[in-house]
């Protein structure tokens, strides 16, 4: 495309998804396609909203700003670091948090539950007490204090660096953020406390299938990714102790992707409900205290 010639913001989003292309990038941090991969980058950039009416689309982007765009578009190409790594944010559930390679860049299907209020799965303002296991940038936690207003949550994670951010995140949301504790530990909290919800999107990707992942998934934390050589060493030590934390009528969510039938397979004694999302993803799913069998 010649830089002499006026552009209009449309067709900076329109080029940079041909380059995207051309290129051979690979979406799932936020996106599945190139088209709003482009507009995520392309519009950060010119401060549009997601919203933006077709008459701005239309409008021709200053000098300025079109360099600015070319800069995002050609480092998202030769660093293929995902978009939201690239702009340093990422939408969950409805509210906006800062990213970086300190995270999980957010986008795990939980999100349609937690807008949803759990419901019909769990009563929100019944839930006082809920667990995080695995926060990374804490978007699960804070979202989840949003929908559940009785809550205290407790959030944990065995990465420093990602309660940093987490942190971060939390004072973003003064409406929520005296309600959402963090804690650096193995999975649980060191208390002995109880939870009416233990949610969490642990890794699950099996070790061999991490090392073979496209480029764009190198950027992110390997620890919030790997989980040994089957997938299941994380989940497997959740599964091992939710029993005990849970209160009488409480209940685990999971996210654990493409590892549902290998749960299923390997813990027969769970009884494990998978949901069917209307927004797409897998693995979504939910066992109740009774459903755990000895
Ligand atoms: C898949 S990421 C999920 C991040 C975030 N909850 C989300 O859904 O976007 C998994 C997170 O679990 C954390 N993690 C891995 N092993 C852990 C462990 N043993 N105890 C606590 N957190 C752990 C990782 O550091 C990472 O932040």
Request: hydrophobic share 50%; with cysteine.
């Amino acid at each position: 495309m010649s830089t002499t010639q006026a552009i209009t913001a449309r067709e900076l989003v329109l080029d940079a998804e041909d380059r995207f292309v051309a290129a051979g990038l690979v979406f799932g941090h936020g996106t599945d396609n190139a088209r709003d991969e482009a507009v995520h980058l392309v519009f950060h950039v010119l401060e549009f909203p997601f919203d933006v009416s077709d008459a701005m689309l239309d409008r021709v982007v200053s000098e300025v700003r079109r360099t600015a765009v070319e800069a995002i578009i050609a480092a998202r190409i030769t660093s293929r670091r995902p978009a939201a790594y690239l702009t340093g944010r990422m939408w969950f559930a409805g509210y906006e948090f800062q990213v970086d390679e300190r995270i999980l860049i957010p986008r795990s299907p939980i999100a349609e539950l937690i807008i949803a209020a759990f419901s019909p799965w769990l009563e929100a303002d019944e839930l006082f007490r809920i667990l995080e296991i695995g926060t990374g940038s804490g978007c699960i936690a804070i979202a989840t204090a949003f929908a559940a207003p009785n809550a205290v949550v407790d959030a944990t994670d065995l990465s420093g660096d990602a309660l940093a951010l987490a942190a971060l995140n939390r004072e973003r949301y003064p409406a929520v953020s005296k309600r959402v504790q963090l804690f650096e530990a193995d999975l649980f909290p060191p208390t002995d406390d109880r939870y009416d919800l233990i949610i969490t999107n642990p890794p699950y990707v099996p070790s061999a299938v991490v090392a073979g992942l496209p480029p764009e998934y190198a950027h992110e934390p390997v620890m919030a990714l790997d989980a040994g050589p089957d997938g299941l060493s994380v989940v497997r030590r959740i599964l091992a102790q939710a029993p005990d934390r849970l209160c009488g009528g409480g209940a685990l969510i999971v996210d654990i992707g493409t590892m549902a039938a290998a749960i299923d397979e390997e813990f027969p004694a769970v009884n494990f409900t998978w949901i069917d999302l209307n927004d797409g993803g897998e693995g979504i799913g939910i066992a109740y205290k009774r459903d755990f069998h000895a």
